[in-house]
């Protein structure tokens, strides 16, 4: 063989050695800096407002690894997001709502699983059992939870409760106990509004899912929004019995059922910040302090408005948090989706947006020194702490379903004695609709 032929050999040899290594190379995941970071695609529902400190959450990763984000934001990402899967043009990263389209886009094959995407020791060690659960789909993690809010908030002024002699109720019995002491001192203990234009109700609705989750637990909670038990379940009823207990007592509320049904749910937020006090307390979720803030600039929060927990029911499920909150998934395996969704499991990536304010996040190892005051700090902490959080219930089920509850607080406060024919019509409506 001549000295070119062997050369020519070795050469063509060397030529597919290389090309081998690079297309195996190719086929797995670089180590992040020793491949350019590239653009990662994200879908959400966040608008104004929302867009802008996230942009900030993400500029932090922009400058460390030279990539770029790119975001989408819409109104109804669930029919958009399946129209892109779909047509084979998911976006990289998607931020959804609930947990509920996580569970069906999990099941159809649709997301990318972060077992080994994430540091799940970490991942561990930074969010409670509860949050890894409900963003696990057949054993394997599917979602991070970044964004939280509470709803098991009750809000008062202490300098009022302190001037009474009032305590802060731990359960729903001291809590009755302490609304009948107040009636007798000659204040209505509770101020309640569910006018919402055409979604009047859906404040009534936060008292049942609260109530419900703090008498029967989880698992009955959970029954129920899938439709696994009726809404003319004992359960149900006693929810909407001990909202009652509140609603339609005698001297409770000013103005009675009337008035409930009249008075905007934030309109309703300042009978207990008022001088006098109309009312010593009002249950809606940690977003009520924009409007007590809003509507009393002078009062100073913790002195003059805070809140406390929702009482238990049942001492087996006390703690037990209500709420929303938003889980990034990832649609796309990339190196830029991996590295990007690497950067939002941490904790300092949401500092910026914690600091700013309108932000709580269910990552235990944020420092809740960074929250603009004490009380967002303490609505934090709700979040972290508990050992059972779930979703509103009303927002996880179908819209007709959700139509009808809210119509079934407004005939409740109508005419409560007819509760039975109620929960009945609103499982007929249930049946159909979990049925399609």
């Given at each position: 063989m001549s000295w070119l032929k062997r050369t020519s050999i070795l050469a063509l040899t060397l030529a597919l050695l290389v090309t081998f290594v690079a297309c195996a190379a190719d086929d797995t995941e670089p180590v992040d800096g020793e491949e350019p970071i590239g653009t990662v695609s994200v879908m959400g529902v966040w608008g104004a407002g929302e867009i802008e400190p996230f942009e900030e959450v993400v500029a932090a990763w922009e400058a460390d690894t030279g990539g770029t984000m790119e975001f989408e934001g819409t109104r109804d990402l669930s029919a958009i997001l399946r129209a892109r899967v779909s047509g084979g043009n998911p976006p990289d990263l998607a931020i959804l709502p609930n947990p509920a389209l996580l569970q069906d886009f999990a099941g159809a094959g649709d997301l990318i699983a972060l077992d080994d995407v994430l540091d799940m020791g970490a991942l561990g060690d930074d969010y409670a059992d509860t949050w890894i659960d409900l963003g696990t789909v057949d054993g394997d993690l599917y979602g991070v939870f970044i964004k939280a809010a509470t709803k098991s908030t009750v809000w008062y002024?202490?300098?009022?409760?302190?001037?009474?002699?009032?305590?802060?109720?731990?359960?729903?019995?001291?809590?009755?106990?302490?609304?009948?002491?107040?009636?007798?001192?000659?204040?209505?203990?509770?101020?309640?509004?569910?006018?919402?234009?055409?979604?009047?109700?859906?404040?009534?609705?936060?008292?049942?899912?609260?109530?419900?989750?703090?008498?029967?637990?989880?698992?009955?909670?959970?029954?129920?929004?899938?439709?696994?038990?009726?809404?003319?379940?004992?359960?149900?009823?006693?929810?909407?019995?001990?909202?009652?207990?509140?609603?339609?007592?005698?001297?409770?509320?000013?103005?009675?059922?009337?008035?409930?049904?009249?008075?905007?749910?934030?309109?309703?937020?300042?009978?207990?910040?008022?001088?006098?006090?109309?009312?010593?307390?009002?249950?809606?979720?940690?977003?009520?302090?924009?409007?007590?803030?809003?509507?009393?600039?002078?009062?100073?929060?913790?002195?003059?408005?805070?809140?406390?927990?929702?009482?238990?029911?049942?001492?087996?499920?006390?703690?037990?948090?209500?709420?929303?909150?938003?889980?990034?998934?990832?649609?796309?395996?990339?190196?830029?989706?991996?590295?990007?969704?690497?950067?939002?499991?941490?904790?300092?990536?949401?500092?910026?947006?914690?600091?700013?304010?309108?932000?709580?996040?269910?990552?235990?190892?944020?420092?809740?020194?960074?929250?603009?005051?004490?009380?967002?700090?303490?609505?934090?902490?709700?979040?972290?702490?508990?050992?059972?959080?779930?979703?509103?219930?009303?927002?996880?089920?179908?819209s007709e379903v959700q139509n009808a509850y809210f119509a079934g607080i407004i005939d409740y406060l109508q005419q409560p004695d007819r509760l039975d024919a109620i929960l009945g019509e609103i499982e007929a409506v249930a049946a159909e609709a979990y049925a399609q």
């Open positions: 002024n202490p300098a009022n409760f302190n001037a009474a002699g009032y305590e802060i109720p731990e359960s729903w019995d001291d809590m009755i106990a302490l609304s009948d002491q107040m009636v007798a001192d000659g204040t209505a203990p509770w101020s309640i509004g569910i006018e919402s234009g055409g979604a009047t109700g859906w404040p009534g609705t936060d008292w049942i899912q609260e109530i419900l989750l703090a008498e029967s637990g989880p698992d009955v909670y959970d029954q129920w929004v899938a439709h696994e038990i009726s809404w003319t379940d004992p359960a149900i009823k006693s929810a909407f019995e001990k909202f009652g207990e509140v609603a339609l007592a005698e001297g409770y509320v000013p103005g009675g059922a009337d008035a409930i049904l009249a008075t905007p749910f934030q309109d309703a937020s300042y009978l207990p910040f008022q001088d006098p006090p109309q009312a010593h307390m009002y249950f809606l979720g940690a977003f009520t302090q924009g409007f007590i803030a809003g509507q009393f600039p002078d009062l100073v929060p913790e002195d003059d408005y805070d809140f406390f927990k929702f009482p238990y029911v049942d001492a087996a499920y006390m703690g037990a948090v209500t709420g929303g909150a938003d889980v990034v998934v990832m649609l796309n395996d990339t190196p830029s989706a991996r590295s990007l969704m690497r950067h939002l499991a941490t904790a300092d990536a949401w500092e910026s947006w914690a600091a700013a304010g309108g932000y709580s996040s269910p990552n235990r190892s944020l420092d809740v020194s960074v929250y603009p005051d004490a009380l967002a700090a303490k609505a934090a902490e709700q979040l972290t702490e508990s050992a059972i959080f779930r979703f509103d219930a009303d927002d996880l089920m179908p």
